[in-house]
């Protein structure tokens, strides 16, 4: 008789929330940095892309990634749906600025948290940090909202500073640690860098590999510094289990 699988036996989808609220600190990077680990790692997963105009994973990895605007509770069920449909597959939504309150809204009428507790799916938040004041407020926001529901990662993106003193005095820090929250580092990579990258829509996979003319156009070291960059950007990744 064929084995059924049950939430004991079966593998856990995983959902990945990258967001931080603000505009500018680096949602977006930190989607693209998951993307590239999952591909590399082999890890089956699914990206939703909730900006309307930039949206990194539509506009990097689109074999991966469909649009999912805030505003439809259908294009949001996808998320869910895409969790529970296939055991172990993850699942990355980047975020866009100003989405939480209608995020928010639809995990409440829907009964996110529920369903996931249930069918066993794993729901991550990745709250995408630079060192202003605004970042720490987001974070007691979030951590007010969610409580222990959720598993928190706080990503500190020194590409939008390296002084992350403001968290480390506001007490957010180590309540979040408190609820179980890891710590992942993006470090600074050269302004050059991201932007050769960017201007070629280029996957990181490509940035790092590629040096035909049609590639990003970065230089022997350009590209050395890349792959330690991205080395020590998926070695914080892989501390997470994501």
Known sequence: MENVPTLETAAVSKIHLIGGEKGGVGKSMVARLLAQYFIDQKMPFVGFDTD???????????????????????????????????????????LAAQTH??????????????MAD?????????HVMDSGRDSVDLLQRLLDRFGQRVHYV???????GDDFGQLERSGQLERALGLGAQIVEVKRLHDAVVQKIDARNASFWSA?????????????MERQRLKLWLAHAFDEIAAVDP
């Open 208 to 220: 790092r590999n590629n040096t035909a003319i049609d590639g990003p156009g970065l230089g022997l």
């Open 154 to 160: 706080l990503v500190k993106n020194e590409l939008r």
């Open 118 to 126: 249930l069918s066993g799916i794993g729901l991550y938040h990745w």
């Open 101 to 114: 309150e209608p995020l928010v809204k639809w995990m409440d009428e829907s009964g996110v948290l529920d």
């Open 52 to 94: 309307r105009s930039h949206g990194a994973l539509m506009r990097f990895y689109a074999d991966f990634a469909s649009p999912a605007l805030v505003d439809s509770y259908e294009a949001l069920d996808n998320i869910m749906e895409a969790a529970v449909e296939e055991p172990g597959r993850r699942v990355l939504v980047d």
